[in-house]
T-cell receptor
Framework: EPEVTQTPSHQVTQMGQEVILRCVPI?????FYWYRQILGQKVEFLVS????????KSEIFDDQFSVERPDGSNFTLKIRSTKLEDSAMYFC?????????????FGSGTRLTVV | AQSVTQPDIHITVSEGASLELRCNYS??????LFWYVQSPGQGLQLLLK??????LVQGIKGFEAEFKRSQSSFNLRKPSVHWSDAAEYFC???????????????FGKGTKLSVKP
């Protein structure tokens, strides 16, 4: 069964450093997403991406965040200057049609720890 | 605003016992509803979904859920729990600003299921 692959599984970074979280969506999917889950809290939507541009973003997704599809296979989330409160599990997801009726396929997540 | 509530943070059941995980949602239109499961170290796996038709939905691994519009609920059930079902379960509603089929997922906080031998 096709999978969404995320790397690394766990990343520790110092506050103020830049981090890039990587995702390889399912190859024929066109819509891509990032969600995050702070420990003990809800999984929250960050951003959706289609046709090489952001289609929707939440209030969480401020100027410190950016997304990119640099080479047609990877989908990355960059946090420019990490803060302690960015510590969370970050999930990438992809969808063939962006249609809620079909749901999305999620990766196994990257646990980001900012120290 | 759309929201999802899972009132039970942690549930423990004995293997072979029945299970019901509660989920309530708040959404103005007919919702898209999902249950996801997350095993340790794994991603979010879709168990089942509902967006129209029969209100009793069958999913993978023997799970089912029933959509009750009058109660704004979408509870997940399984008649006989197996030890491998121990995981965290997330209810989610698909929210579209314009009521269409594209949008994003709003998750509940999750319910952790432990299974006693």
């Amino acid at each position: 069964e096709p999978e969404v692959t995320q790397t690394p599984s766990h990343q520790v970074t110092q506050m103020g450093q830049e981090v890039i979280l990587r995702c390889v969506p399912i190859s024929n999917h066109l819509y891509f997403y990032w969600y995050r889950q702070i420990l003990g809290q809800k999984v929250e939507f960050l951003v959706s991406f289609y046709n090489n541009e952001i289609s929707e973003k939440s209030e969480i997704f401020d100027d410190q965040f950016s997304v990119e599809r640099p080479d047609g296979s990877n989908f990355t989330l960059k946090i420019r200057s990490t803060k302690l409160e960015d510590s969370a599990m970050y999930f990438c997801a992809s969808s063939e049609w962006g249609n809620l009726g079909h749901g999305y396929t999620f990766g196994s997540g990257t646990r980001l720890t900012v120290v | 605003a759309q929201s999802v509530t899972q009132p039970d943070i942690h549930i423990t059941v004995s293997e072979g016992a029945s299970l019901e995980l509660r989920c309530n949602y708040s959404y103005g239109a007919t919702p898209y509803l999902f249950w996801y499961v997350q095993s340790p170290g794994q991603g979010l796996q879709l168990l089942l979904k509902y967006f129209s038709g029969d209100t009793l939905v069958q999913g993978i691994k023997g799970f089912e859920a029933e959509f009750k519009r009058s109660q704004s609920s979408f509870n997940l059930r399984k008649p006989s729990v197996h030890w491998s079902d121990a995981a965290e379960y997330f209810c989610a509603v698909g929210a579209s600003d314009y009521g269409g089929s594209q949008g994003n997922l709003i998750f509940g906080k999750g319910t952790k299921l432990s299974v006693k031998p």
